[in-house]
């Protein structure tokens, strides 16, 4: 492309939409950047530096909300004219809804903007689905693996890369993150880290369901955002991308990690007891929940924090023997390099100071007296 292109990002506020902006942003590479979102800016928890790009003079903030045909066809118009790529990162995504919220907050949503794109001659749509469609058995999963989506969000992201290939003319691509984590993560790794730092309030060992060996592979959100961005000149049309690091992470490996943060001790319920809690996975979920929200809440006001995103609730759907397990390599056929290969101790940290930095985490649970 000549000239730096106009870029939309749809569902620019969320955690992927808010680090792409600023990505897109520090490296100056568009000429316009308009994030769409149903959740203003002023309400959105943005941090300082996040703040900072959404400033920028390249970047237009417009609210939308993207279930609604006329909202989307408004969020794609433009007097300075059409827009050369759409990235698209809206979607429902908070586990445990009905059946009904996914289809519109996810299926209908999409593909509304996807048709909207086609309409606009958008050149390149990247598309945004999840590992969470392959099967949940021990195998690593290449683009080419057998898919059966095993969460709700999953089951419609795959009717979503299904109904795009039917779109005649529609330049698209599709990637399949890992678990995202990094800066602005609520529901990947950060319970986990919420968690932990009950745990050392309340000075117990943590237990958790199933064992160590339990898939969870992982990506940086970084680069997540380098990858949309790569995409927008690579790969074919239809074209799926896996996005995942090296670290071949495992339920064991990051509860290592919370536990040399938070310096607490922990064990597994084993596979026989983990089996016997699923008879009652719901009671049992229940149960968690609880112990773990009263003291987080706890915590929360003894450190005047009144109102934040975070919480260490854990959904149901989440905490069966489901492993996350894939292969990220083919996106580097392409001359990709993950900047973050491996998930690191560090990188859980600075998520953590990161929210304490905008007082959404209690600083008595990060750093103890």
């Known amino acids: ?35 769409v979102d149903k959740v203003p800016p002023p309400t959105a928890w943005l941090n300082g530096r996040h703040k900072e790009a959404f400033k920028h003079s390249s970047v237009e903030f417009k609210s939308a909300n993207l279930i609604n045909p006329a909202s989307v066809e408004a969020a794609f118009l433009d007097a300075e004219g059409d827009f050369d790529i759409c990235i698209n990162c809206a979607a429902e995504t908070r586990y445990g809804q009905s059946e009904q919220v996914y289809a519109d907050g996810v299926f209908k949503l999409s593909v509304n903007c996807a048709k909207q794109a086609l309409k606009c001659h958008v050149n390149r749509y990247i598309e945004i689905s999840t590992a969470q469609v392959y099967s949940c058995d021990k195998g690593v999963s290449d683009e080419n693996s057998k898919t059966s989506p095993w969460t709700h969000i999953a089951k419609y992201k795959l009717m979503v890369e299904e109904e795009l290939a039917k779109l005649d003319g529609l330049n698209f691509v599709i990637v399949r993150p890992a678990i995202i984590y990094g800066v602005a993560d609520r529901q990947g790794l950060t319970p986990r880290l919420i968690i932990g730092a009950v745990y050392r309030q309340m000075e117990e060992k943590m237990k958790l369901l199933w064992t160590k060996d339990l898939k969870m592979s992982t990506v940086h959100v970084t680069d997540v955002c380098r990858a949309l961005w790569h995409l927008t000149s690579h790969g074919n049309n239809g074209e799926v ?108 940290r600075e998520v953590l100071d990161d929210y304490v930095q905008t007082r959404l985490f209690p600083p008595s649970l990060a750093h103890p007296r």
Request: proline letters at 3%; aromatic letters at 10%; a negative charge.
């Open 1 to 35: 492309m000549a000239t730096k292109p106009r870029v939309l990002v749809l569902g620019g506020l969320g955690f992927v939409g808010r680090n792409l902006v600023c990505y897109l942003v520090e490296h100056e590479l568009c000429t316009k950047i308009r994030a």
């Open 241 to 348: 991308f896996n996005l995942a690091d090296k670290s071949n992470s495992t339920q064991g490996s990051i509860t290592n990690f919370v536990c040399e943060i938070f310096g607490i001790q922990h064990d597994y319920f084993g596979t026989v007891l983990s089996n016997m809690a699923r008879l009652n996975m719901a009671s049992t979920v229940e149960d968690s929940n609880e112990k773990h929200l009263e003291p987080w809440s706890a915590a929360c006001d003894a450190d005047g924090i009144h109102t934040t995103p975070l919480s260490p609730y854990m959904d149901q759907e989440l905490l069966y023997d489901n492993h996350l397990c894939i292969n990220g390599s083919k996106l580097e056929e392409s001359d990709f390099t993950y900047n973050y290969p491996e998930l690191t101790v560090n990188a859980l």
